[in-house]
């Protein structure tokens, strides 16, 4: 049987690494199935993202809050997964309604549409930062929610309103969690392309404050492998812990760049801290460890091969950041 597959938000960063691996093969149990993206192509999403799978999959351009282009797309899918999402911090805090809107609202709107469908099963990816700040240990899937951005109180917003629909109408859908992503593709606004892509140029860095708060960092193609381990043995109305493999500080992050790059300390621009900027992040993934999932790509290996890709692709980054320049 042909599995139908509907990726929300699959031209973004994570989504595209999705779609990527789903079309060609990687996750055995649903080779062959028929991919359909959809994406509104925000700032963030690009269908350059999947070009490496270009005529692998339909592609639908609209937003997850339209219930009417929802009432189309969706029916006939036998699983969804939900990857789209405003997820930029810094930009949560200059103006929030975004946020709310596609991580709240768009959460419902999805739900409500999988109901309507009878959809057999629906993955919601969220994030570690629902959880607030842990000054020691790792939360566990049963840890209270404490957000403390925007951002991450719009996706505790839309967790809250997917176990809703599983509680209350027995939609069969499971919650992903996952710390800080990195690998290709990612756009130059987050830390590891930015810093990556400012030192090829001869730029500086902003760090922020003392540099000593940590990150949880896993690369996309083993989150992505955690939420398809999800779509297939995950518990209804259950929540899934995706933890990375390396906890750094953002200053040791930043040491890690600069000797990549053949840079210096005297790049690095302090600057003032994030508002509310959570101090540390952990998680445990026993859960899904149970499930038979274990990160297969180590941090030191994985940075290598983003930078060098990124390095190698020039064409895809550049014009990016000149139009995030020449729109500020």
């Known amino acids: ?64 809050c339209d219930d009417a282009l929802l009432a189309r797309v969706v029916p006939g899918h036998d699983l969804v997964i939900n990857f789209a999402a405003e997820s930029h911090v810094d930009r ?28 057999p099963r629906v993955v ?20 209270p929610l404490a957000p403390n951005s925007p951002y991450a109180a719009a996706k505790a917003g839309g967790d809250l309103i997917a176990l809703a629909y599983a509680r209350t109408h027995g939609l069969p859908v499971s919650i992903t ?23 090829m140029d001869g730029l500086s860095v902003p760090l922020y404050g003392d540099g000593g708060n940590v990150r949880d960092w ?7 492998r955690g939420v398809q381990l999800v779509a297939e043995r995950g518990e209804p109305g259950e929540v899934y812990h995706i933890a ?16 990549a790059l053949g840079a210096t300390w005297d790049g690095v621009e302090r600057v003032p801290d994030r508002k509310g900027h959570d101090r540390r992040y952990s998680l445990s993934d026993a859960r899904l ?29 550049e014009p990016l950041k000149k139009r995030a320049k020449d729109a500020a």
């Open 1 to 64: 049987m042909t599995r139908r597959v509907l990726v929300t938000g699959g031209a973004g960063f994570i989504g595209s690494q999705y779609v990527r691996d789903l079309v060609s093969g990687t996750f055995p149990a649903f080779a062959g199935a028929e991919v359909t993206v959809l994406d509104r192509l925000t700032y963030a999403g690009n269908l350059a993202n999947l070009e490496p799978v270009e005529g692998g999959f339909a592609f639908a351009h609209g937003d997850i």
């Open 92 to 119: 949560s805090i200059a103006s929030a309604g975004e946020f709310v809107r596609t991580n709240v609202l768009g959460v419902q709107a999805l739900m409500q549409a999988c109901l309507s469908a009878g959809t």
């Open 124 to 143: 919601q990816v969220s994030t570690d930062e629902v959880y607030g700040s842990i000054d020691a240990g790792s939360w566990d899937e049963a840890a």
């Open 177 to 199: 969690r996952c710390g800080n992503n990195y690998g290709p593709y990612q756009y130059p606004e987050k830390v590891i392309p930015l810093f990556a892509t400012n030192l």
């Open 218 to 224: 896993i690369h996309v193609s083993d989150h992505c």
């Open 244 to 259: 990375g493999t390396a906890e750094l500080t953002n200053l040791e992050l930043t040491g890690r760049l600069l000797d």
């Open 289 to 317: 460890r149970a499930l038979g999932y274990a990160p297969r790509v180590g941090f030191d290996d994985g940075l290598a091969e983003t930078i060098r890709w990124y390095q190698a692709n020039r064409a895809w980054w």
